[in-house]
């Protein structure tokens, strides 16, 4: 699959020199035989590469024990003008434009969302049923157990998520079958509980094995400790982690704890609820999609965001912001402007995963600007940023800011922006969930549990080397220099003709 763009060869950065000369040229070796396999692959996809725009299709999975899917598609429901039913009653010609990207339409000429809703007990899914836009999904996608998995990693990957999964897949082929050209998957879960990470991560992996070129991307709420229901939620968010770095390309990380203090501190709300989380979570996906939905100069597909976004495969997590966010009582004394709303974007109190950008720097960042707004206004703001806080970017990679417009705003908002950003900042949210792992495992607490249901120790401890890696890497890159890498590059470079010339002589 072609996770890189040529862009980015230029902007390839090696490892560090710690790594030893002989581990180094291997790894070199590999990625520029991976390159040449991509390049391969790139012309295998280019009729994908090539449609149209409204010829792009996403379909979404929404796991509703966290409910997100749900607020997400009366969202964007509501932006392309349908009501409860799905029957249009928009007046702008742009909401129908691509709304094919997300929904069929039916014989009646009503829209139906192409998601597929999935749980491992039935009452998450009466209740979705029985919500106001309940009758827009169409019934049949509707899968669920009945025991559920009890917040067990285990249960969701192996047993009662494994009974279900071919039941998912089949509504996941049919719906595909019916698009013209099937672009990615959309899902959304949560890393703690055990539907969303063991059957999310199961799901993920046979999708990968059926659609190999086609993009997956999650939006994934992590665990945290302010906000927790479940003791074994860093066992289950560090197995999943470990299959979100192998079968995902992108994944938005979301954290309850940076939800609730986004409701405490800025919107200034005494008694948050779940609802008012789902709808902070939903207007960052509404402006992540914004480009496959509606008009726009930039990102115009999953697989162009994803190129601009993702510099090395492994690094695909991304931390995620909305602007405007201010307190109901305020809004009437602000007059929002351009500046003001990058600057919300790019704070860090504003960030929807509790880590803070500020002790790391981005690799690559993505701005979705959405309203009636001057495209020079917005790219002299951006280049204002990048130029003010140049020490948060990596030097390696140049114009690592993308930026996108959009002419329609939320409902209810004159304008907007959306934030996403591939920050080593990340790092700070995977060590305080491995910490969590690693104290429990330490002493096989609960491991009963998973082990009960067909686990190997061995997957414990595979999926916390691998988040060790993760973090390394990470760190590897925050720390990496220009200068440096260049000096290995031509070490490479001399070390690479040797071999070979070596190779020819065998021949």
């Not at 949560?190 to 070129?213: A, I, N, Q, W």
Request: charge should be negative; hydrophobic fraction near 35%.
């Amino acid at each position: 699959m072609l996770l890189h763009s040529k862009n980015f060869k230029t902007a390839f950065v090696g490892d560090i020199k710690q790594w030893s000369s002989r581990h180094y040229r291997r790894r070199r070796r590999y990625r520029r035989r991976h390159r040449r396999s991509e390049s391969k692959a790139e012309r295998n996809i280019k009729d994908i590469d090539t449609a149209t725009d409204d010829e792009r299709w996403t379909l979404g999975t929404p796991f509703e024990q966290c409910k997100i899917g749900q607020k997400f598609w009366e969202t964007i429901s509501q932006e392309h003008g349908l009501d409860s039913t799905g029957a249009y009653s928009g007046d702008n010609d742009l909401q129908l434009e691509r709304i094919n990207v997300y929904y069929n339409e039916g014989s009646t000429g009503q829209y139906v969302p192409r998601a597929v809703l999935v749980d491992l007990e039935p009452a998450t899914m009466d209740a979705v049923r029985s919500s106001p836009y309940g009758k827009l999904f169409r019934p049949d996608n509707f899968v669920y157990g009945q025991s559920g998995a009890g917040n067990s990693w285990a249960r969701g990957y192996y047993t009662e998520g494994a009974e279900l999964v071919e039941s998912i897949l089949d509504i996941v082929r049919k719906e595909a079958e019916h698009t013209d050209c099937l672009q990615g998957f959309q899902l959304a879960h949560s890393l703690g509980g055990g539907t969303g990470s063991g059957l999310g991560s199961l799901l993920l992996s046979k999708v990968r094995e059926e659609y190999p070129d086609r993009m997956l991307c999650s939006y994934s709420v992590v665990p945290s400790p302010k906000v927790s229901d479940t003791v074994v939620e860093p066992y289950n968010a560090v197995l999943s982690v470990h299959q979100l770095v192998e079968n995902c390309d992108a994944t938005f990380c979301i954290d309850n704890e940076a939800l609730y203090d986004i409701c405490f501190r800025t919107l200034k709300l005494s008694n948050p609820g779940y609802g008012e989380l789902n709808q902070l979570v939903s207007a960052v996906m509404s402006g992540v999609s914004t480009s496959l939905r509606f008009p726009g100069q930039l990102n115009s597909d999953l697989r162009k965001l994803f190129v601009n976004m993702v510099p090395f495969p492994r690094l695909h997590f991304f931390m995620v912001g909305f602007a405007p966010l201010t307190a109901f009582n305020s809004q009437q004394y602000r007059n929002l402007s351009v500046p003001e709303l990058t600057a919300q974007m790019f704070d860090a109190k504003n960030m929807m995963a509790a880590s803070d950008p500020r002790h790391g720097r981005y690799l690559t960042v993505a701005t979705i600007f959405r309203g009636r707004l001057s495209t020079k206004e917005v790219e002299n703001q951006m280049l204002a940023v990048q130029q003010k806080n140049s020490s948060y970017f990596v030097e390696w990679i140049p114009n690592g800011v993308k930026t996108s417009l959009c002419d329609i705003p939320p409902v209810g908002l004159k304008m907007s922006g959306t934030f996403i950003g591939n920050s080593t900042a990340i790092q700070e949210l995977f060590k305080r969930v491995n910490d969590q792992f690693t104290a429990m495992f330490r002493r096989k607490a609960f491991l009963h549990w998973f082990t009960g249901e067909g686990m190997d120790e061995m997957e414990f401890t595979e999926s916390e080397s691998n988040m060790h890696d993760l973090v390394s890497e990470y760190q590897q890159y925050q720390d990496a220099t220009a200068d440096d890498d260049y000096l290995e590059d031509e070490e490479y470079l001399e070390e690479e003709e040797v071999l070979e010339d070596e190779e020819e002589e065998e021949e």
